[in-house]
């Protein structure tokens, strides 16, 4: 347990940034299982689609530093190679 006012205050901070974190992760797991699903039922619009939402979670996450930009870039990268390759 915390002792000082001080820590009090951190482990209040640390519980609120994790929630917010945990929100914005969640929003990048269902933009990228939504690209996921896109693909392998062979729907290149929709997949598209989904790919613009996933960018835009990816960088808002990589921005807010709840993951590295490396990172971001290479599940982008990923995700676009598997929509390129449909017809």
Do not use: C, Y
């Not at 997949?47 to 921005?63: G, I, Q």
């Amino acid at each position: 347990m915390p002792n000082t006012k001080s820590a009090i205050k951190a482990a209040r901070q640390n519980i609120k940034r994790r929630q917010a974190n945990l929100i914005t992760l969640e929003a990048i797991k269902k933009t990228a299982k939504g690209v996921r699903k896109a693909v392998t039922a062979g729907k290149k619009a929709d997949a598209e689609k989904a790919l613009s939402l996933a960018f835009a979670a990816l960088d808002k996450a990589a921005k807010k530093n709840v993951i590295h930009k490396n990172n971001a870039n290479r599940l982008k990268a990923r995700m676009a190679a598997q929509v390129a390759k449909l017809k």
